[in-house]
């Protein structure tokens, strides 16, 4: 996808531009391109960017640890103020207080908007923080390992044979 430059988009049919998307996305690990299309309409003072796209992903279950794939879906849109100030570095500290009014997007009116870069960060916004491939997914199922003469469970790591030893030592 061609970053779009912003004073160009001033000048296009409706202040719109419509970018149609059925690529693979760098950094996004997916197992089929991600496909959909964005809209970028110029408002004077900011940008309203909507999207719609979907991929499928591999997912880790975080009960079971096994993979399942994934459909991911996105319908959203956002608004990017056009700021003179924008993308500027400033000697700021490295802790600062930051009010509520600042936590805004903003592009400078003169350069560009990137829609591979949005619709990456949006992406990874869409990816579940839990995940689980069933509902009622059990878990890691633990099997304990008895001797036939009803004694306890055998540690599975060897490293625990020391405090074995030590609770057998103790009464009780």
Same mark, same amino acid.
Request: overall charge negative.
């Given at each position: 996808?061609?970053a779009?430059y912003?004073?160009? @988009? +001033?000048?296009? !049919?409706?202040?719109?531009e419509?970018?149609?998307?059925?690529?693979?996305?760098?950094? @996004?690990?997916t @197992?089929?391109?991600?496909?959909?299309?964005?809209?970028v309409?110029?408002?004077g003072?900011?940008l309203?960017?909507?999207?719609?796209?979907?991929? +499928? +992903?591999? /997912?880790? /279950?975080?009960?079971?640890?096994?993979?399942?794939?994934?459909?991911?879906?996105l319908?959203?849109?956002? +608004?990017?103020?056009?700021?003179?100030?924008?993308?500027?570095?400033?000697?700021?500290?490295?802790?600062?207080?930051?009010?509520?009014?600042?936590?805004?997007?903003?592009?400078p009116?003169?350069?560009?908007?990137?829609p591979?870069?949005?619709?990456?960060?949006?992406?990874? @916004?869409?990816?579940?923080?839990?995940?689980?491939?069933?509902?009622? /997914?059990?878990?890691?199922?633990?099997?304990?390992?008895?001797?036939?003469?009803?004694?306890?469970?055998?540690?599975?790591d060897?490293?625990?044979? !020391?405090?074995?030893?030590l609770?057998?030592q103790?009464?009780?």
């Open positions: 996808m061609d779009i912003i004073p160009q @988009l +001033i000048r296009a !049919s409706e202040r719109t419509e970018v149609q998307v059925n690529e693979f996305l760098p950094g @996004l690990e @197992l089929t391109p991600v496909r959909g299309h964005l809209r309409q110029h408002h003072n900011y309203e960017v909507s999207g719609q796209a979907e991929t +499928i +992903i591999t /997912c880790t /279950c975080n009960r079971c640890l096994q993979q399942y794939n994934r459909r991911l879906g319908d959203t849109k956002e +608004i990017i103020w056009l700021d003179e100030t924008a993308n500027q570095q400033n000697d700021l500290p490295l802790e600062r207080e930051v009010v509520m009014e600042e936590l805004l997007e903003s592009l009116p003169d350069g560009y908007f990137y591979n870069e949005w619709l990456y960060e949006q992406m990874c @916004l869409a990816v579940p923080l839990r995940q689980l491939c069933d509902r009622n /997914c059990p878990g890691i199922s633990v099997s304990n390992t008895v001797d036939s003469s009803d004694s306890p469970a055998t540690p599975v060897h490293r625990w044979a !020391s405090l074995e030893a609770k057998k103790l009464p009780g």
